[in-house]
């Protein structure tokens, strides 16, 4: 007896790039920046709005400079950071009453 397999058609379903942000560029872009901060597409787009994130403009290109970046987070030292040195950095800079408490 043959089996039917259905025929697939339709358009390919996007999935989320989990690429991670490459070190030999000098910009991240915001969305890189937000996911190095744990922040979503939106929330990374809102914060550098507001200023919180450095930004650069070209044309209609939204970059973030890594050198001003990592500045702002109290990084120094090489343009290069591995997540371990940057949960560091965020834990230095996140003021004591946002953490949580341990009940």
Do not use: W
């Not at 397999?5 to 989320?16: A, D, S």
């Not at 070209?58 to 950071?81: A, C, D, N, Q, W």
């Amino acid at each position: 007896m043959a089996t039917i397999t259905p025929e697939v058609t339709g358009r390919k379903r996007r999935t989320r790039s989990t690429k991670k942000p490459r070190s030999d560029r000098f910009v991240y872009s915001v969305v890189e920046a937000g996911q190095l901060l744990g922040l979503g597409r939106n929330a990374a787009y809102a914060a550098a709005a507001r200023g919180d994130i450095p930004t650069l403009r070209m044309g209609r290109l939204l970059l973030v400079p890594k050198i001003p970046f990592h500045r702002m987070l109290g990084m120094t030292g090489s343009l290069t950071t591995t997540p371990a040195e940057m949960t560091d950095a965020c834990a230095k800079i996140i003021p004591a009453g946002l953490k949580e408490e341990n009940v």
